[in-house]
């Protein structure tokens, strides 16, 4: 079975501080690693897409890493803001053409003090 | 352009009662996906569906039902609800397959009492 694990699962820090979120996958067959945004009660938005292929993609003051033979990915924050609160999701496509769609892990709940 | 639409957005129904929710794509988009949210945890996926096929089903009873109209919207049908079905229902679309980034709605929040 297929698992995907976020550590930690919440995380409160001081506004501007850097932070890393942490992703772990069982099978490194995947075709694409992607982060998510989830604020409380609302749907999903995508934040960064990885595939398979690459190492990092970059948007604005996000960075994420995929490193697929130790199954690992890490989401980088850098100067961190009161409205980067909120739940971010881990979700691994695996390389069945799709058919089995996303699998996700639990979220990191993340809190920003002004 | 208009994101992903769902709807309703809220639903309250009683044990063992019939559901149906529906989900518009981004124009364009021929892939929709449904998942279940159950609260605290990740989405768990339900169907795919692509040009109007059942693409992938997740690990869903037969009451989960689904389909896909011929312009790309899509309805997620359950039958004979119990109490854990409780939960935010989300919609995802994607240009293709699924393969591509998926762009969620906001979602149904159901509540069965």
């Known amino acids: 079975k297929q698992e995907v694990t976020q550590i930690p699962a919440a995380l409160s820090v001081p506004e501007g501080e850097n932070l890393v979120l942490n992703c772990s996958f069982t099978d490194s067959a995947i075709y694409n690693l992607q982060w998510f945004r989830q604020d409380p009660g609302k749907g999903l938005t995508s934040l960064l897409l990885i595939q398979s292929s690459q190492r990092e993609q970059t948007s604005g003051r996000l960075n994420a890493s995929l490193d697929k033979s130790s199954g690992r990915s890490t989401l980088y924050i850098a100067a961190s803001q009161p409205g980067d609160s909120a739940t971010y999701l881990c979700a691994v496509l695996y390389s069945g053409g799709g058919a089995d769609g996303l699998t996700f892990g639990k979220g990191t709940h993340l809190i920003i003090q002004p | 352009d208009a994101g992903v639409t769902q709807s309703p957005t809220h639903l309250i129904k009683t044990r063992g009662q019939h559901v149906t929710l529906r989900c518009s794509p981004i124009s364009g988009h021929k892939s929709v996906s449904w998942y279940q949210q159950v609260l605290g945890q990740g989405p768990q996926f339900i169907f795919q569906?692509?040009?109007?096929?059942?693409?992938g089903r997740g690990n869903f009873p037969d009451r989960f039902s689904a389909r896909q109209f011929p312009n790309y919207s899509s309805e997620l049908n359950v039958n004979a609800l119990l109490l854990g079905d409780s939960a935010l229902y989300l919609c995802?679309?994607?240009?293709?397959?699924?393969?591509?980034?998926?762009?969620f709605g906001p979602g149904t929040r159901l509540l069965v009492l």
């Open positions: 569906y692509y040009e109007k096929e059942e693409r």
């Open positions: 995802a679309s994607s240009p293709k397959r699924g393969w591509e980034t998926q762009y």
